[in-house]
């Protein structure tokens, strides 16, 4: 699939190989976890949802190679949709977001309890006694297009606290999720707004850019850092040091793709304003898609144009 200028983005990272953690424990493969046998929260750092998003997978690895360990509570780091990661090929990188269908949009008792069939369901089946004793969950992601990265807060208001809490990215998006399906991010307790339990979705840059993996392992020790787990002089300075005030960006409208024919006008990328209320920025078949204010800000503008899906996020900035 190519990019929208018209030519595939590089790929800048080297995936890591992971086959020393398909047995880590005993619990699901490629799940490690470690409990201090002391009083605290049970923190996850989630990577690969989505089997060709790679940074969050250099992260952990790193993260664990420093033997980054708890002295309260339980942190666990967890390798998702596996089975997409392993077909992960660098000649056609946009093939393995998953195998039969989006991990990422199955997070609901109504999917979850189906006796529908993938190798998406049966990981998330797999996983889902563990994310359910989660009180703080990370998951790192990346985006098809360069752009700043973003922080996916969820709707609620504690979701939106945590982002500011933990201080990266700069850009809070505050959102509902997908027409098509759940997110992680919003799965049972981390959507109950008079639960504690909090979830955090963080989209690193674009995909295969070495900079997304920077910035996952940067969120991550920040992540780590705000929760509280970790022995203070296990996490580099700079996991506490001050950054500029964040943005926030409001999601007010999620446009679906109806037809077989969307189309942008022009090849967005993402954070980009409309200027004008009315202004035309895409079609759906005949039906032209504008601008329902002044300053509307495009969220993660998507390649992926499937009926069903989302093709783009209108935001204000607040």
Excluded at 9 to 14: C, F, Q, R, T
Excluded at 134 to 162: F, N, T
Excluded at 166 to 182: E, F, K, L, Q, T
Aim: with cysteine.
């Amino acid at each position: 699939m190519t990019a929208a200028a018209g030519e595939a983005y590089p790929v800048e990272l080297s995936p890591p190989d992971l086959s020393q953690y398909r047995n880590a424990g005993a619990g699901p493969d490629y799940v490690i976890s470690y409990d201090s046998q002391t009083d605290g929260p049970h923190v996850m750092l989630m990577a690969l949802v989505h089997g060709n998003e790679i940074c969050g997978a250099i992260a952990l690895d790193q993260l664990l190679q420093r033997n980054i360990r708890p002295n309260r509570g339980r942190l666990t780091f967890a390798f998702a949709n596996i089975a997409a990661y392993q077909q992960f090929d660098r000649r056609y990188p946009e093939a393995t977001r998953y195998v039969d269908e989006d991990f990422n949009r199955l997070w609901s008792a109504d999917k979850l309890d189906q006796p529908a069939d993938s190798s998406e369901r049966r990981r998330a089946r797999e996983l889902r006694p563990l994310i359910d004793t989660v009180d703080l969950l990370l998951d790192l992601h990346s985006m098809q297009h360069p752009c700043a990265p973003l922080g996916l807060s969820g709707p609620l208001e504690k979701g939106r606290d945590l982002a500011i809490a933990v201080g990266a990215p700069a850009v809070i998006v505050v959102d509902a999720g997908h027409a098509g399906g759940r997110r992680l991010r919003d799965y049972g307790r981390f959507a109950d707004p008079s639960h504690p339990a909090n979830a955090l979705l963080v989209e690193c840059g674009q995909h295969w850019a070495k900079e997304s993996a920077a910035t996952a392992l940067e969120v991550a020790y920040r992540f780590l850092a705000y929760a509280g787990i970790v022995p203070r002089d296990a996490l580099p300075e700079t996991a506490r040091a001050p950054l500029p005030k964040q943005q926030v960006i409001e999601v007010t409208n999620r446009i679906t793709v109806r037809t077989e024919d969307f189309r942008f006008t022009e090849p967005f990328q993402g954070l980009e304003e409309i200027p004008k209320a009315g202004e035309i920025f895409a079609h759906d078949g005949t039906t032209p898609i504008r601008a329902p204010y002044d300053n509307a800000v495009l969220i993660m503008p998507s390649r992926r144009l499937v009926q069903g899906q989302t093709a783009v996020r209108i935001g204000r900035r607040v």
